[in-house]
């Protein structure tokens, strides 16, 4: 079926530069996210990916182009949530107290905010811990009530920064499985950054790779594999494989264009 909603993500021509210039971070960058799609970007450090993310949340103003949400400049009255690489929860208040916060602040009256915060603690599997503090929790599972949280405000696009890579594999699996089932349930835009190329591969319908100094799109690629993810898992399939070394060639590519490959392997791991 082909999109015919407008993007509900458009930068047009963007670039940021930070110190008066002196550090061009991203430069000329052009893309779409359609309503409903999972994006992830991948690119080396530094190439400009939470740079990127600030610009549609609006925490960052481009110098030139444009950033439209839904059509409009990043308005802090939009429904986007951030998750972060850590959960950044408020250390003295519990996790349902946490969430419970969200929901305030978005004007949500009390008594409905209760059974709010149980359905989406029940959503991450932590109803149990509703009055747990978070340094009670495993890393693991603070950045499940951090998900909780970015999912109360019900977004309809959901930036996530690294949200797995401070994680140990198990976790991170079973956290990424537990993404594509509320993606699945809810379709809100995703834009997804990792230095993984597996998770990327395994998570999203389209990836932006990035090139560093300035940060700029080296290649959009899309991942034609069959969806569900969650329930089947694609990483035995050829197409799975093509697509893998199609990215590593790219990466390599980007090597004997001049970017460290310390750099390179640094930021995406092991050759297939
Ligand atoms: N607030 C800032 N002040 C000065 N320079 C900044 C600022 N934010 C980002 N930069 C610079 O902009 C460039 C892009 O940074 P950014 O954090 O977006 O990269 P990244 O791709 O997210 O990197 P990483 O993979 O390491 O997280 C870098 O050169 C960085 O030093
Ligand atoms: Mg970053």
């Given at each position: ?123 991450v599997g932590l109803r ?16 499940r ?33 537990e ?94």
């Amino acid at each position: 079926m082909t999109e015919t909603r407008p993007p509900i993500i458009s930068l047009n021509g963007v670039s940021k530069s930070f110190k008066d210039g002196q550090v061009q971070a991203i430069e000329d960058l052009s893309f779409d996210v359609r309503p409903g799609e999972f994006v992830s970007l991948v690119g080396p450090s530094g190439c400009g990916k939470t740079t990127l993310l600030r610009l549609i949340d609006g925490l960052v103003a481009p110098d030139r182009g444009t950033v439209l949400v839904n059509g409009r400049p990043p308005d802090p009255t939009y429904n986007m949530a951030m998750v972060f690489q850590s959960s950044r929860l408020l250390p003295w208040r519990t996790v349902a107290g946490n969430i419970d916060f969200v929901l305030g602040l978005r004007g949500h009256a009390p008594k409905a905010r209760k059974s709010r915060v149980q359905a989406l603690l029940g959503a991450v599997g932590l109803r149990e811990f509703a009055e747990a503090y978070p340094h009670e929790l495993s890393g693991g599972m603070q950045q499940r009530v951090g998900l909780a949280r970015a999912l109360a405000v019900e977004p309809e696009v959901l930036l996530m920064d690294e949200p797995f890579a401070a994680l140990d594999a198990m976790t991170r699996e079973t956290l990424r499985g537990e993404l594509l089932r509320l993606w699945d349930r809810r379709r809100m835009a995703v834009v997804f950054v990792t230095h993984d190329i597996d998770e990327a591969i395994i998570l999203s319908q389209r990836i932006i790779v990035l090139r560093p100094r300035p940060g700029r799109i080296d290649a959009v690629v899309p991942v034609d594999l069959p969806e569900p993810r969650w329930q089947t898992d694609p990483r035995g399939l050829p197409a799975y494989a093509d697509l893998r070394r199609a990215l590593w060639d790219r990466i390599h590519a980007m090597g004997r264009e001049g970017v460290a490959l310390e750099e390179l392997t640094g930021a995406f791991g092991d050759e297939p």
